[in-house]
């Protein structure tokens, strides 16, 4: 599904550039008659709006960023949209995430069951994660983690 969204963006995309270039060039023939016919930008840019609606509202999308990141069996693994990731397996530990900024995926592929725990710059509880669970969250204020 995302893969198809994801092409019809692209397509989308591609004739608007498509049809921006062709109204700056003009028209190549005069077959499409301007009174029955919407300029090819329009309704590119109509579609291009379209998926984008649909991309939003598609509770999907925030998934496929978290399936998107690979993590081990028995590890809770982040990503910030900076590119910065963690994995963490050992328990009972405070672990000082990396410069995690923005949304990301989140996933804890630890025992079934088992709980990861996330806490601010002043190491106060923001929210924890049972294993297991793939699903993407901001980053930004998320400072430590203990994975288990």
């Not at 990141?69 to 009972?92: E, M, R």
Request: hydrophobic share 40%.
């Amino acid at each position: 599904m995302a893969v198809r969204k994801t092409a019809a963006i692209l397509s989308a995309a591609a004739a608007l550039v498509a049809g921006s270039l062709f109204g700056l060039m003009g028209p190549a023939s005069a077959s499409a008659r301007p009174d029955t016919a919407r300029p090819e930008a329009a309704l590119a840019a109509d579609a291009l709006a379209g998926a984008r609606r649909h991309a939003v509202e598609s509770p999907t999308v925030a998934k496929s960023a978290a399936a998107a990141l690979s993590c081990s069996y028995t590890y809770v693994c982040g990503q910030g949209s900076n590119g910065s990731s963690f994995a963490y397996t050992k328990c009972n530990t405070l672990y000082q995430l990396p410069n995690l900024t923005g949304s990301g995926p989140l996933v804890n592929n630890q025992t079934p069951g088992t709980v990861a725990y996330f806490y601010d710059k002043n190491q106060n509880y923001l929210f924890s994660s049972t294993a297991y669970q793939s699903t993407t969250v901001n980053w930004t204020p998320v400072w430590y983690a203990i994975a288990c």
